[in-house]
């Protein structure tokens, strides 16, 4: 059986690329994938899932120490349930899963590119996790939102291993301060780096080296020199609440700094967007003033050529100005005394009186 291992964050140490090309040269034989990892890429692993499943033999798995996130995920992926060898893990591992954490950046197209990924990505875990838990979709969500941790007994428990292994000493190789819920009992074996059992093996607090703490300061003597003190535990709260104050200021003036960057920043931006706002602006205008220039010269060549044209024939030259409207006098004095005038008269009252007068109409 061929022994492929997951060690370290995937997507850097450990890459679908490898993995891929050892499923490849497994061919015809039953593989152990081996996991202890803190997860990675997504799109990484889900190249590591699909050659899992394109393989032609059982595929098994083992949980060394963790399996977290998109490692998590793989492992569930080994289960007997999904057509596979199955998965086992150590008494005192770990199998934590939770949604999708990117870093952002971009621009606003990008962060909108991103965000549809990430919802597509959250939509595929917790369709796998509700699978793997026998719960609806919309509960696996949830419960990836508070992270999903469990520890060996509890993976049995829920039939996601089908036996457990020996107690391994395990040690985590990455920031344990990443992850929300984390259990206790987990930070207890990463930083013993030995089973829990064992613990008992360790040397008692008589044994063990007392940590002392020294600072650096400058006496007022008539010939200062440098001077190494003790610091002891009633000196040691003054010495905090000192570096607390000094980081606070330092966080403060950096803090500032960074909103004047960015107030400059916008106003710079806001002067770039009016600049392209009015450049725009005029290039509209010009290009309509052309458009009714073309216009013009199309409107004056098309009576040039018809005047042309009666000229050979040997008529007069046609005007095309619009005909001017007959006003309402006008129309009123063409008509002849009688019947039509009192009708035009009484329908168009108030005209009239402006055009000849008050009283001159009656």
């Known amino acids: 059986m061929k022994e492929i291992m997951i060690n370290g964050p995937i997507g850097s140490q450990v890459t679908a690329r490898d993995v891929v090309e050892q499923f490849r040269q497994a061919r015809g034989e039953e593989v152990l994938v081996r996991i202890n990892s803190e997860g990675g890429s997504v799109l990484e692993g889900e ?13 098994y798995g083992q949980i060394d120490g963790y399996a977290f996130s998109m490692a998590g995920i793989i492992a569930l992926a080994l289960r007997e349930e ?26 606003v197209e990008d962060l909108e590119r991103m965000l549809a990924q990430i919802k597509a990505m959250n939509a595929a875990i917790a369709a796998k996790v509700a699978s793997a838990f026998s719960i609806s979709e919309a509960e ?19 039939g996601i291993v089908s036996s457990l292994n020996p107690a391994e000493a395990m040690a985590a190789q990455f920031d344990v301060s990443s992850f929300t819920n984390m259990p206790k009992e987990f930070l207890a074996e990463v930083q013993v780096g030995k089973p829990t059992e064992d613990k008992a093996d360790q040397p008692t607090n008589e044994n063990k080296t007392t940590m002392k703490l020294f600072k650096l300061w400058n006496n007022n003597q008539a010939e200062p020199s440098l001077e190494l003190a003790e610091i002891g535990p009633e000196d040691l709260g003054a010495e905090l609440a000192e570096a607390q ?11 500032a700094q960074l909103i004047a960057r ?11 967007l009016s600049e392209q706002e009015a ?3 005029a290039k509209h205008c010009e290009e309509l003033a052309k458009k009714d220039e073309a216009i013009e010269a199309a ?36 008509l002849s005394p009688g019947e039509d005038r009192a009708k035009f008269r009484a329908d168009n009252a108030e005209e009239l009186k402006e055009a000849f007068g008050s009283g001159a109409l009656k």
């Open 82 to 107: 999904e057509g596979q060898g199955g998965l086992t893990m150590p008494e005192n591992g770990f199998l934590m899963l939770h949604e999708v954490r990117v870093g952002a950046g971009g621009t």
């Open 299 to 334: 409107n004056n060549s098309s009576e040039d050529k018809a005047n042309e044209i009666l000229a050979q024939a040997g008529h007069s030259p046609v005007e095309t100005t619009e005909p001017q409207e007959e006003s309402v006098k006008d129309k009123y004095l063409a």
């Open 279 to 281: 450049e725009l602006s």
């Open 47 to 59: 190249a590591i899932l699909t050659a899992i499943r394109q393989h032609d033999e059982k595929v």
């Open 140 to 158: 696996a969500a949830k419960r990836l939102k508070d992270e999903i941790w469990m520890n060996g007994a509890e993976a049995l428990e829920a």
């Open 262 to 272: 960015d107030e400059k920043h916008a106003q710079a931006l806001q002067n770039a």
């Open 245 to 255: 104050k000094s980081l606070d200021e330092l966080v403060a003036t950096h803090s």
